[in-house]
């Protein structure tokens, strides 16, 4: 099987969020299970800088816009990992400082922008190599599905061609102005409350909703809440009314990154075969962020995060002051929104030795907190799949989780002997801080802490479970399409 990975970015060249993880993660697997996997990524400034001299392979794709034309150059980024990657240069849509946005707002002309990138990743593969299946990814790549089935439906080849549509966060959908449909080519007949329109303005997540063949998201509990009105962004009647071909499909881990027994960014080696190394880790840790006074029975909390009310750090901003009454420490590594930047900042400066904080993101300091804390907090708001609770499970570290989307599907609460973390249900700070005592309490029982820390780092949460479930998801519309 053929699948084409249409996704705005991919790690290692490019990525704001766990977007970026899945695509540069998931193709490997495909491929090594025996499909044959392109992705195409958009050449921004931040690609080009890494990977300055690539061959061309298409010279220009003449991708046509009301009253004029743009120019496509596709690139040639070789095999990586099995992967054949292209990346599409035009530099007057992605030769900027960042993805998608100035400090000011979303950069104006990203209809435009993502317009072409759609529409060249269908062009692209006409010439390249029509696949089985195309696989968008967000609002960025929505109008694949939705050119498929409009711009492309009298296509001999294309329109037997299924597209599938991952929705990694539904709160990022991409509105644009209504007078946009023309101008990125569609008719106004598709305008509409069953289509693209809401709320008067052109909504691309929705049509990607409404026009692909099938529809994942990054968690079972995922799927589940975004047919409710709370999680659902406007959005959940298309989602329950699509719940027949919405498949939630967790995200996996890469464990050639994330794995304690082999990891260069920390201090020492461990599994749950010895632990022994976790206590240097945490050593380690301690000391680099100044704690070296902290005695082995004070608990270390970690937080590696987006400092965002998403993520819960209303909650945690709630708590903080009588949290530090108890025998814990905090360590902290994220940026943000800035209130939460300059609360956390000024209680790092008020309790020195209670709290520490560093407003950036440092891939290093990520896996020493990962390796070196007990416990690893994630009281998110919503939390599409989450990474880090799968993370600190390998790592030993214990999670702390609100009950929602993909934490509520990973994290079983310690009873009788079993569970790998602690949650709590509520959202509100109370029923987190709860959670919290609970897991420093039982912190103090070293027995049951470890017998907890090794039942986390024995499960597997690797991407060969879920590429199984995507490859039937494809199958699945594969077949469906040549039926239609």
Avoid at 73 to 86: E, F, K, M
Avoid at 264 to 276: E, G, R, T
Avoid at 346 to 356: I, Q, S
Avoid at 364 to 370: D, F, L, R
Wanted: aromatic share 12%; proline share 5%; glycine share 8%.
């Amino acid at each position: 099987m053929h699948i084409v990975f249409a996704a705005s970015e991919c790690v290692p060249w490019a990525k704001t969020g766990g977007l970026a993880d899945v695509v540069g993660a998931l193709p490997p697997v495909l491929v090594r299970m025996g499909h044959r996997v392109t992705t195409f990524v958009p050449y921004y400034r931040q690609v080009a800088r890494k990977l300055p001299d690539l061959p061309t392979v298409i010279q220009s794709l003449t991708i046509p816009f009301p009253s004029y034309q743009r120019y496509v150059r596709v690139l040639d980024g070789g095999i990586q990992d099995g992967v054949q990657v292209y990346f599409f240069d035009c530099p007057e849509m992605f030769d900027r400082e960042s993805f998608y946005a100035t400090p000011g707002g979303d950069y104006l002309d990203n209809w435009e922008r993502f317009s072409l990138y759609s529409r060249a990743v269908i062009e692209a593969s006409k010439i390249l190599g029509v696949p089985d299946v195309f696989h968008a990814h967000d609002w960025q790549a929505a109008l694949v599905p939705i050119y498929l089935r409009s711009i492309y439906f009298f296509d001999p080849v294309l329109r037997k061609v299924p597209c599938v549509f991952t929705i990694h966060n539904a709160g990022y959908q991409g509105w644009f102005p209504a007078d946009t449909m023309p101008r990125i080519m569609l008719p106004w007949d598709m305008f509409t409350l069953e289509k693209l329109e809401a709320y008067d303005n052109v909504n691309l997540l929705k049509g990607g909703l409404v026009y692909a063949d099938a529809l994942t998201t990054v968690s079972r509990r995922y799927a589940e809440e975004i047919q409710t009105p709370e999680f659902g962004n406007g959005l959940d009647d298309i989602f329950r009314r699509r719940s027949g071909d919405l498949f939630g499909i967790l995200n996996g881990v890469d464990y050639d990154q994330w794995d304690p027994a082999r990891d260069a960014h920390i201090a020492a080696h461990y599994s749950a075969d010895n632990l022994k190394g976790k206590k240097e880790c945490r050593r380690d840790l301690l000391h680099a962020f100044g704690l070296d006074h902290v005695e082995d029975t004070t608990a270390v909390l970690g937080i590696v995060s987006r400092f965002a009310t998403q993520k819960g750090f209303d909650l945690l901003a709630g708590i903080l002051h009588e949290l530090i009454k108890d025998d814990v420490v905090l360590i902290a590594l994220g940026t943000g929104e800035e209130y939460y930047e300059r609360l956390l900042s000024e209680l790092a400066a008020r309790y020195p030795d209670k709290v520490r904080v560093d407003i950036r993101y440092d891939n290093t300091t990520a896996h020493k907190i990962e390796a070196g804390s007990d416990i690893f907090l994630m009281p998110s708001h919503y939390e599409p799949s989450g990474l880090n609770q799968m993370y600190s499970l390998r790592y030993g570290t214990v999670p702390v989780v609100r009950s929602t989307g993909g934490l509520e599907d990973t994290i079983v609460e310690l009873h009788e002997g079993q569970g790998n973390g602690f949650k709590f249900h509520g959202y509100n700070q109370w029923d987190f801080l709860d959670a919290i005592r609970r897991a420093v309490a039982t912190f103090q029982n070293k027995e049951q802490w470890e017998a907890m820390m090794r039942r986390g780092m024995e499960q597997d949460f690797s991407w060969n479970k879920p590429a199984e479930e995507y490859i039937r998801v494809y199958e699945r519309v594969i077949e469906g399409r040549a039926w239609s």
